[in-house]
């Protein structure tokens, strides 16, 4: 005959082991939801500084961002982390992506961003002065937070912006 504590044990792991599963099933149940993000970034205006006693150069961007992210929600997101990256290519380094702006969003009536003029939050700066007249690419990417599952990355690779930094300083 079995004990109480015995019994319970069994309970409860049938318990958690039906709730694995069930946990399992959702996750998979989303893997094949394919979604279709609309983006436009677009470069308001841009500021170049040299900064003297660091020894690198200091972009500020006024940033366009037009992206509907409706799409990608599901039952199973929880949330979105939305950011914008900078890349480029210097002598020093092949690829250097730096975050200039990034948001939160909890549901899908936040999910469309309409903004004309946001000042990024972080500024682009390089570890050297490798900005002047270099190609920057502006890439929108989002995290996608599942209420049970893998955390994802994605990229608007297909939507990106391009432009060239000045040559001269602000």
Known sequence: ???????????????????GFLSFMAAVSTYWHNPTPVVDLKLQRITLRKIYGA????AILSLGINADLRSVFNWNVKQLFVYVTAEYETEA???NQV?????IINSPDQAWIRSEMVVNKYSLTDQG???RG?????????????????????????????FQVPEEYS
């Open 1 to 19: 005959m079995h004990s109480f504590w015995q019994r319970l044990n069994a309970i409860f792991f049938f318990t958690l082991s039906v709730l």
């Open 55 to 58: 020894g690198h150069d200091q």
């Open 93 to 95: 380094n092949v690829l």
């Open 99 to 103: 975050v200039v702006w990034d948001t």
């Open 129 to 131: 002065y490798g900005l």
């Open 134 to 162: 270099n190609n920057v690419t502006l890439v929108l990417n989002w995290n996608t937070v599942p209420s049970t599952g893998l955390l994802t990355l994605h990229h608007a690779f297909s939507d990106t912006f391009t």
